[in-house]
């Protein structure tokens, strides 16, 4: 249990090195290890889910010496909302391997190598406790998803590839900019080389430098959520990208920037977020984001960019919900960007299924899809219901979570994300009809339903729609402490004022007692 | 192990019945409209529609099994109802919940009055006088429903699809009624929407269907807009959404009727926001007509008995809520009224047997708001419940009219029906003689009582009874329109139709005839106070809802205080003004039929504005699909293109720029200079360059000479 973070780091490392000793003829073997690699990766993370203790923070943690010179360690450790990306990522790195199969024909072994490889620097996103550390694994993802864009996308690929590298890249530099400024600012105070999270947690930082440090760190982090207005690259590339690619992208990538905002933004300048200026900054862009994205998807025609649209709306609820600084509102923000990874990955897919039999996204080149493909009909639509959060699946609960944290900060937030749950029903039911429903067209005549493969992909996803919307508990338990940890770094004292239990107060050691809850 | 206990088998039996339709459902009816429609080049056929067309096709075991399966797990549920009212009615407190789990076992946080509470909502059943009445009309009319569809969806392809499309819907709507909290009844006003939405497209190739699908539910996701922010309004006041919870609080000392908008006008005013989406009020009523594109059976369950009424069940189980916002309540009966008016007056001169009756559909459904906008929950409760009776015959029995005749809907096209469909006719004048209000029937009570309730409650006024009162008057009128077009004159469709014109098979027409015996009899448990030779056992409807009522009905306390002469009179009005209404269709439609055609064209205005509904989907078309969602999308579209990638472009040009220029510059400049360094020294060194020519005498030449001149320097000096 000591190294168990390390196993599952490691664990598609070495199925990357493994990989790369097969040779390229042997395509077969290629498929079938990339598979079973990442499958093992998803199945080390299990004990993580079994040994958890929702009443400890960060845990499993392991340190070790780096560059001891500048005050970098290899330093790993997970908390609730680690341990519910972790898990996302390692299950959606399974399963775009899975759906894979068939539709990858030139450069496998490329192809599963840039796999692999994307899913050892996603997991360590997640894991680092390190800034530097963090820091490395946040560039490590952007090499190999620029290559799967680049070779496998698309007719536009290489323009999409491009448009995602400059802007992640110029995003990543200011981070790295912020990232200095706290390492030597840090320095200045203690005498200290270090780039350990919790020690920079410690800085004093005058409000004017955690403002300029914020918006440093913003831009590297809007642009991995996306943020209106540092979005556009994100149609594109998840337009152009492989299937595969395009569900790591929205499923996992695009949480990177939320969970920067929530794991470092937040509890290193705290001054700065809860300076209403900035609060309002925030709260307005991702108001624009949710009803622009969701006007703009009513436009689509091409059926995976409107998935992609729909993905910048989506996650505005979640930057929405991580600035209304209160626990309901951080709680529902990271519960809706786990839904957000399941249901849009199933969403895109979707698409690629209906792309890998007739090679066209043109939404009108469908309709009637009934007709031929039920199970996949049936799969669609529990997709775009999780999607559009229909009770009791599994959006509805982040939503309402995130809708009343925003509640208790300003009515018209609230307004403000019904109106995009409304408009979410029009342009997914509205897709549905045009591509499900309808006369069918006799080019799609011959098209096959669900293969047992493909079924496979999709089950865990589904079982997992069905678990988040009938059975939250577990979920919110695990994310009560580290949402209390956010919170109370942000404004200290929130749950004592408001008479809350505080999650971080243990009612039998400290003598506080917790008021009976109904 | 009792009945009550069981309450959660109650939804549970129609939930296991779609889940096996949904696995095995295509196995047990191989015969798929895929496999009608996809021989090569031939489209699905137009006729789909057309009943019959399809093919007598053998009903095979799997189909006969669909057949018992379905209707069989409504019969159950119907029977465990039966069984926990029985149980309820004994039970001194009337009301029983049970909680299975925590749903919705969310963080806590602070209510606005700074008490604690934790967002969180079970996964539990309430049971209660008012869901007992919603669970009979649920599974007894559905279970009728369920019943005559066997026949009239017999021939149809996808004949498992609809059972468990239908299975499924019966689920939800049970969850909707039985739910013991807000957030629960919601999980079943979202599910029946989703069925309701499955099956207005269950002709899904037709794009029509689609289209009405399609309106219905983003239409009503609008009205959920409001529902959901009422919803949260209630957790941030109350910290709980659960009824009784939620009831309590409300009958604590700290709330009395508001004066003006205060919180619990506005968190009303959302909750009915909702009802008008999920019930078809104004200004959201527009899907419901549209929606009559699915088949008749589900026009009949869903669109006219159980899930339109959704709305009205949910704020007459709101009545402590509502009864506190008089402004929020004088809304709903305002819009009640109106929409009762609006849309009688749309339904008299529509052409379509199946329209008209939405369009009823929806003015009777705005009578139910007028009377909770009243106060009078109780009475819309009893509307709803015998509207459900006479309004699912009046679909059912159109269904078998339309079903005689291979499909046609028009009224155009029908007449000359009675003799041919005598089953048909003679239940279908008991609905319509019911829906008019004529004393006796089932209609007549309940809309009575809604009409008195308008006129004499505190919160009633004049106005509000003329609306309901010239609506009644339309409805007669209208219903009798559709009676004699459909039944009497000339028979005005081709022969041919005529000649296969008959009486739908028994498995349709007995459900008829118990729909119609309930149409004449279901009214007999809510008779006028003023009937005094009636014992007050033919009262016990309202006794019945009291204990859920409680607040509304000391709030109601001193309606009634008007003298039996008013109340007769008024009657006496009421019964007069729905026998003209039948009267002037007997006029119109029997006895002088060139009559309406000239009044038509006397006031062609009118009559087209009616006939083209207000005009109120076009309007709606142009502002909200042409300009807010196309026209803004499109414009967000070209933004992103234009503007936020002009600049991501613009930039990319503006590097490319700026690199051009670092090229030129360090071609020209920086690599300049360092040429101009190189030339430099070229010229520095060329003088030199002249001696190193490589060849060794030249060096021994110029090393000789050298040494000479060092010498001579020596040597001159």
């Given at each position: 249990m000591d190294h168990i973070l390390s196993i599952v780091l490691l664990t598609p490392l070495v199925g990357f090195a493994i990989l790369l000793a097969i040779?390229?003829?042997k395509e077969r073997a290629i498929k079938i290890w990339a598979n079973v690699a990442s499958l093992a990766g998803f199945l080390v993370c299990l004990p993580l889910v079994f040994h958890f203790?929702?009443?400890?923070?960060?845990?499993f943690v392991e340190k070790a010496a780096w560059i001891p010179s500048i005050g970098a360690s290899y330093h790993l450790g997970i908390d609730g909302y680690s341990l519910l990306l972790v898990v996302l990522t390692a299950l959606l790195g399974f399963l775009s391997i899975l759906s894979s199969w068939k539709v990858i024909e030139h450069r496998l072994k490329e192809y599963y190598a840039y796999f692999l490889l994307l899913q050892v620097g996603m997991l360590g996103v997640f894991m680092a406790l390190d800034f530097l550390l963090f820091f490395v694994f946040w560039e490590l993802v952007l090499v190999p998803m620029y290559f799967i864009i680049a070779i496998?996308?698309?007719?536009r690929r290489v323009y999409a590839a491009f448009k995602f590298i400059i802007y992640t890249l110029i995003g990543s530099v200011l981070m790295l900019l912020g990232i200095l400024g706290l390492y030597f600012e840090h320095y200045r105070q203690f005498g200290v080389y270090t780039f350990d999270i919790a020690a920079l947690m410690r800085t004093q930082l005058p409000p004017e430098t955690q403002w300029w440090i914020f918006w440093a760190f913003f831009v590297g982090f809007a642009v991995k959520v996306p943020m209106f207005p540092l979005h556009t690259w994100l149609p594109d590339a998840h337009t152009e990208a492989p299937t595969a690619g395009s569900v790591v992208l929205a499923s996992i990538l695009l949480k990177m920037g939320t969970y920067g905002f929530l794991r470092f933004s937040l509890p290193l300048l705290p001054d700065a977020a809860k300076n209403p200026q900035i609060i309002q900054v925030m709260a307005f862009l991702s108001i624009v984001a949710i009803v622009y994205g969701a006007l703009v998807c009513l436009m689509q025609k091409d059926w995976k960019k409107l998935i992609a649209y729909s993905s910048v709306s989506h996650m505005g609820f979640c930057t929405l919900g991580i600035f209304t600084l209160n626990p309901l509102g951080i709680a529902g923000s990271i519960l809706q960007q786990i839904n957000h990874g399941i249901s849009t990955g199933m969403l895109f897919l979707i698409v690629g299924i209906a792309y890998e039999r007739r090679h066209t996204r043109e939404?009108?080149?469908?309709?009637?899809?009934l007709r031929v493909m039920p199970v996949y009909t049936i799969v669609f639509l529990i997709a775009a219901l999780s999607s559009m959060g229909m009770?009791?699946?599994n959006g509805f609960i982040g939503e309402i979570t995130i809708l009343q944290g925003a509640y208790q900060v300003s009515l018209w937030w609230a307004l403000a994300i019904v109106s995009g749950i409304a408009l979410g029903a029009a342009y997914l039911i509205w897709l549905f009809q045009r591509t499900m429903l309808g006369e069918l067209h006799e080019k799609n005549a011959g098209l096959g339903d669900l293969t047992p493969r493909e079924i496979a992909v999709f089950a865990p996803l589904l079982v997992a729609v069905f678990w988040i919307g009938l059975y939250p508990k577990p979920f919110f338990r695990i994310l009560e402490r580290p949402v209390a940890q956010i919170v109370e770094r942000v404004q200290p004292g929130y749950y004592a004022r408001h008479n809350l239990p505080n999650p971080l107060v243990r009612a039998d050691a400290g003598g506080t007692v917790t008021p009976a809850v109904r | 192990m009792t009945f009550l206990d069981l309450i959660w088998l109650i939804p549970l039996f129609p939930l296991a019945g779609a889940a096996i339709m949904l696995f095995l459902g295509r196995k047990l009816d191989p015969q798929q409209p895929s496999a009608v429609a996809l021989?090569?080049?031939?489209?699905?056929?137009?006729?789909?529609?057309?009943?019959?067309?399809?093919?007598?096709?053998?009903?095979g075991p799997g189909k006969k099994l669909i057949s018992l399966l379905c209707p069989g797990t409504v019969l159950l549920s119907l029977i465990f109802s039966i069984g926990a009212v029985a149980e309820l009615a004994r039970l001194p407190e009337k009301t029983h919940q049970l909680i299975?789990?925590?749903?919705?076992?969310g963080l806590p946080f602070q209510t606005a009055t700074g008490s604690l509470a934790r967002f969180s909502a079970d996964w539990g059943f309430l049971l209660d006088p008012l869901s007992a009445v919603m669970i009979l009309v649920v599974t007894g009319v559905g279970f009728l429903i369920h019943v005559y569809s066997i026949g009239y969806m017999?021939?149809?392809?996808?004949y498992y699809r609809f059972f468990g499309y239908m299975n499924l819907f019966v689920f939800f709507m049970l969850m909707l009624v039985l739910a013991n909290n807000y957030a629960l009844l919601f999980v079943g006003w979202e599910g029946v929407g989703l069925c309701s939405y499955l099956l207005i497209g269950f002709?899904?190739?037709?794009k029509s269907a689609s289209d009405a699908a399609n309106k219905a539910f983003i239409v009503n996701r609008i009205g959920d807009a409001g529902f959901i922010l009422g919803m949260l309004m209630m957790f941030h006041v109350f910290?709980?959404?659960?009824f009784a919870d939620v009831n309590r609080a409300l009958a604590g000392?700290?709330?009395?009727?508001?004066?003006?908008?205060g919180v619990l006008s506005v968190m009303a005013l959302l909750l009915f926001v909702g009802a008008t989406g999920k019930s078809a009020?104004?200004?959201?009523?527009?899907w419901l007509p549209d929606?009559?594109?699915?088949?008749t059976p589900v026009s009949a369950l869903i669109?006219?008995?159980?899930m339109v009424t959704a709305g009205v069940y949910m704020v007459a189980r709101s009545n402590a809520l509502f009864s506190l916002a008089p402004a929020t309540s004088d809304i709903v009966a305002v819009i009640g009224a109106f929409t009762a008016i609006l849309a009688a007056s749309i339904a008299?001169?529509?052409?379509d047997i199946k329209r008209v009756l939405a369009y009823s559909t929806v003015s009777q459904l705005g009578y139910m708001f007028l009377a909770c906008g009243v106060g009078a929950y109780w009475v819309a409760i009893f509307h709803l419940y015998t509207h459900a009776f006479f309004k699912a015959l009046l679909f059912l029995g159109a269904g078998s009219v339309i079903h005689a005749l291979g499909?046609?809907?028009?009224?155009?096209?029908?007449?000359?029906?009675k003799e041919k469909l005598p089953t048909t006719y003679w239940t279908m004048l008991a609905g319509s003689l019911a829906i008019a209000g004529?004393?006796?029937?089932?209609g007549f009570f309940s809309k009575d009582e809604i009409l008195w309730q308008v006129y004499s409650?505190?919160?009633?006024?004049t106005a509000l009874f003329v609306v309901g009162l010239i609506t009644a008057g339309m409805t007669a009128f209208y219903m009798f329109r559709l009676m004699f077009l459909t039944f009497?004159?000339?028979?005005?469709?081709d022969a041919h139709t005529l000649a296969h014109a008959h009486e739908s098979p028994p498995v349709m027409t007995v459900p008829l005839a118990v729909l119609a015996a309930g149409s004449v009899?279901?009214?007999?448990?809510?008779?006028?106070?003023?009937?005094?030779?009636?014992?007050d056992a033919f009262r016990s409807f309202e006794h019945w809802l009291e204990p859920v009522m409680l607040r509304a009905a000391a709030h109601g306390a001193?309606?009634?205080?008007?003298d039996a002469a008013t109340e007769w009179l008024l009657m006496g009005l009421s019964v007069a003004v729905a026998l003209g209404g039948i009267w002037v269709a007997r006029v119109f439609?029997?006895?002088?039929?060139e009559l309406p055609e000239r009044l038509a064209q006397s006031a062609p205005g009118l009559y087209n504005t009616l006939l083209n509904k207000w005009y109120v989907d076009e309007v709606y078309g142009a502002v909200f699909?042409?300009?807010?969602?196309k026209g803004g999308g499109t414009a967000l579209s070209e933004f992103d293109a234009r503007v936020v990638d002009g600049g991501v472009n613009g930039t990319g040009w503006l590097a490319r720029f700026t690199s051009q220029l670092s090229i030129w510059w360090d071609t020209w400049i920086v690599d300049g200079a360092v040429r101009l360094v190189s030339f430099a020294v070229k010229v520095v060194s060329y003088p030199v360059r002249l001696l190193q020519t490589g060849y060794v005498q030249a060096y021994a030449l110029i090393f000789v000479l050298g040494v000479l001149v060092i010498f001579g320097y020596y040597w001159m000096r």
């Open positions: 040779p390229s003829s203790d929702p009443g400890r923070d960060f845990q496998w996308g698309s007719a939404i009108a080149e469908y309709s009637g899809l009770p009791p699946l | 021989a090569p080049g031939v489209g699905p056929a137009p006729g789909m529609h057309g009943l019959g067309h399809a093919g007598h096709s053998h009903a299975l789990y925590t749903w919705i076992a017999g021939h149809e392809g996808g002709y899904f190739h037709k910290g709980t959404v659960r000392p700290g709330y009395a009727p508001e004066a003006s908008w009020q104004f200004p959201l009523y527009v929606a009559m594109e699915g088949p669109h006219a008995a159980t008299l001169v529509q052409n499909g046609e809907q028009d009224m155009r096209r029908m007449g000359g029906l004529i004393p006796g029937l089932a409650s505190p919160q009633g006024s009497h004159g000339k028979p005005r469709m009899l279901a009214g007999w448990i809510g008779v006028p106070k003023l009937w005094t030779a009636f014992p001193d309606a009634g205080h008007h439609y029997l006895r002088r039929p699909v042409d300009g807010l969602a």
